[in-house]
């Protein structure tokens, strides 16, 4: 935590820490309160056998912010991330005033072969192979193959990714990815969506980031996240991976500095929100197989 002026939450995506934002961190906390967790059983955080929902982190969120006395934030989510910061706006509209999605996780069931995979029995001894230090040498050494655009490759993002599934060798931190990953995945891809409540978020002033050469999450998701996130705005990162803030971190700094120059916090209205939770929808964006 860092900085002074209008609150701003940094959410990680999934596997990754607080780390994630170095790139940005210190400029953006020239202009505001920056705070950027660790979420539970992730980084330097406890890793205890509990709930690791998508809900859960949200709540473990608004907590962090009472604890701080912080009523109201603009919340940042990057991957996983991008999921609990929905999370948290459709939970407490109250005390979110925007969102920003970072090639976030909830808007179809696309997500990389290797997530979904986790998911299957017999995931942990896998992983615990996979993160043994002969195989990570070896991967290492594959890195050509496996950084290759297309198909399951990782592109520019390999380096870090490799560093950061390299974390679960430890059995407490695997478990904890597990437990996470298995809330919001499964062999059929992402389970956790925003397809069917995106309407709620139709006075929330909302910013979408995204890569067009996301291995990770497809970059046809920011095109749904657009279509259901009424007066979204989306910035579009050409040749990009999962990471836009790490590929272009001065261009991610300006967004975020533009977007909230130029746009008015949420009000939160108890009686509108009411009405709006009581409003049947039944024109959300179709998900076929493949999304």
């Known amino acids: 935590m860092a900085g002074s002026g209008p609150p701003l939450l940094l959410i990680h995506g999934i596997a990754d820490s607080s780390q994630t934002w170095d790139p940005v961190f210190d400029e953006l906390a020239e202009h505001y309160t920056v705070i950027a967790p660790d979420l539970l059983g992730h980084g330097r955080s406890a890793k205890p056998r509990a709930d690791y929902a998508v809900a859960a982190y949200a709540c473990g969120m608004r907590d962090l912010l009472t604890v701080l006395g912080v009523d109201r934030v603009t919340l940042v989510g990057h991957s996983l991330g991008g999921g609990v910061a ?23 069931r696309g997500v990389h072969p290797a997530f979904r995979a986790a998911t299957l029995p017999g995931a942990d001894p896998a992983i615990s192979l996979l993160t043994a230090a ?28 490799l560093r950061l ?23 059929y891809g992402q389970a956790i969506t925003m397809r069917d409540r995106g309407y709620l978020a139709a006075s929330m002033p909302a910013m979408i980031m995204w890569g067009t050469e996301d291995p990770v999450i497809p970059f046809r998701h ?33 967004i975020i500095r533009t977007f909230l120059l130029h746009t008015d916090p949420a ?23 493949g999304s």
């Open 267 to 289: 009000e939160y209205d108890r009686t509108h929100w009411q009405a709006l939770l009581r409003t049947t929808r039944l024109d959300a964006p179709e998900e076929s197989s």
């Open 222 to 254: 920011a095109e749904v996240a657009h279509s259901i996130l009424p007066g979204s705005q989306l910035e579009i990162f050409e040749g990009a991976g999962h990471f836009p803030h790490h590929t272009d971190p001065a261009r991610f700094v300006k």
């Open 165 to 187: 599934y390299g974390n679960l060798a430890n059995p407490t931190a695997r478990q904890s990815f597990l437990r996470t990953l298995r809330t919001a995945a499964d062999p």
């Open 86 to 108: 929905l999370q948290f706006a459709y939970q407490f509209p109250e005390r979110c005033e925007r969102l920003v999605l970072v090639s976030s996780a909830g808007m179809g």
């Open 134 to 161: 002969p195989v990570l040498a070896a991967l290492k050494l594959l890195s050509p193959v496996l950084r290759r655009r297309g198909g399951v490759g990782l592109g520019d993002d390999l380096d870090y990714i």
